[in-house]
């Protein structure tokens, strides 16, 4: 799962990074984060705040998808990347349409984002992406509104470690899959969760020696990373 399109090689959450995880057949899922615009449009951003990756101050929220579109942000990780525009997920929904499983992180806390699981779920609808996409988010009772709005819509908790009554959480949210950061993780517990029917994610592993063992855990676990070749190397190598 290449996270944030492949982040490793293009600035992450553009469209340049989602394309170029589209380029190798290796890569079978691709994660990315979404916010809302001030005028209400799903867009692709990771931080709440505009600044690391795009050259404006100020929160995703302060500004309309055509003031957005005017900020540059490529040029912070190459300025072969200069000019990069924040897509919206429209875009990127019409890009990956049949061709690889696409993990779609709500980027919320609390009352942050009214309208943003609906606005999500239609446009997941509106592409048939019903069986393609499926939604995430820390905040899980962003996940709980989605199960609520779009039961049909396959759902993901993100946790950050190993939390008690991992089960319980899920069955509430209707949630099936389970995402974990990679240290977390043991091959028992893996093997376990993925026996009674769950997907196992782990996130992010970037170190190759780290990718290798969890290789090693189960041939269905999922593994989330900014560098999706040093993955595809070492499954080549096998």
């Given at each position: 799962m290449a996270h944030r399109g492949w982040s490793g090689r293009a600035p992450e959450n553009t469209m340049a990074a989602v394309r170029l995880a589209l380029t190798h057949p290796g890569i079978q899922a691709m994660e990315i984060d979404v916010q809302l615009s001030k005028d209400g449009v799903p867009v692709l951003m990771h931080d709440f705040e505009l600044g690391r990756t795009v050259n404006a101050s100020g929160t995703v929220k302060d500004y309309t998808l055509e003031e957005l579109r005017q900020f540059?942000?490529?040029?912070?990780?190459?300025?072969?990347?200069?000019?990069?525009?924040?897509?919206?997920?429209?875009?990127?929904?019409?890009?990956?349409?049949?061709?690889?499983?696409?993990?779609?992180?709500?980027?919320?806390?609390?009352?942050?984002?009214?309208?943003?699981?609906?606005?999500?779920?239609?446009?997941?609808?509106?592409?048939?992406?019903?069986?393609?996409?499926?939604?995430?988010?820390?905040d899980h009772d962003a996940v709980a509104r989605i199960h609520e709005l779009a039961p049909e819509l396959t759902k993901g908790l993100i946790f950050g470690g190993k939390s008690t009554l991992l089960r319980e959480q899920l069955a509430v949210t209707g949630a099936t899959i389970l995402s974990i950061p990679y240290p977390y993780l043991t091959p028992g517990f893996v093997h376990e969760m993925i026996e009674e029917g769950y997907t196992v994610i782990a996130w992010t592993v970037d170190n190759?020696?780290?990718?290798?063992?969890?290789?090693?855990?189960?041939?269905e676990l999922q593994i989330c990373t900014n560098h999706p070749d040093r993955m595809l190397e070492l499954i080549n190598k096998a």
């Amino acid at each position: 799962m290449a996270h944030r399109g492949w982040s490793g090689r293009a600035p992450e959450n553009t469209m340049a990074a989602v394309r170029l995880a589209l380029t190798h057949p290796g890569i079978q899922a691709m994660e990315i984060d979404v916010q809302l615009s001030k005028d209400g449009v799903p867009v692709l951003m990771h931080d709440f705040e505009l600044g690391r990756t795009v050259n404006a101050s100020g929160t995703v929220k302060d500004y309309t998808l055509e003031e957005l579109r005017q900020f540059d942000a490529g040029s912070w990780f190459n300025e072969a990347f200069a000019g990069e525009k924040i897509p919206s997920l429209e875009e990127v929904l019409g890009e990956v349409r049949g061709k690889l499983l696409l993990n779609i992180e709500l980027k919320t806390a609390g009352d942050m984002y009214p309208g943003l699981e609906e606005k999500v779920a239609d446009l997941i609808r509106l592409y048939g992406m019903e069986r393609e996409a499926y939604v995430s988010s820390f905040d899980h009772d962003a996940v709980a509104r989605i199960h609520e709005l779009a039961p049909e819509l396959t759902k993901g908790l993100i946790f950050g470690g190993k939390s008690t009554l991992l089960r319980e959480q899920l069955a509430v949210t209707g949630a099936t899959i389970l995402s974990i950061p990679y240290p977390y993780l043991t091959p028992g517990f893996v093997h376990e969760m993925i026996e009674e029917g769950y997907t196992v994610i782990a996130w992010t592993v970037d170190n190759a020696e780290h990718i290798r063992q969890l290789i090693d855990f189960h041939p269905e676990l999922q593994i989330c990373t900014n560098h999706p070749d040093r993955m595809l190397e070492l499954i080549n190598k096998a």
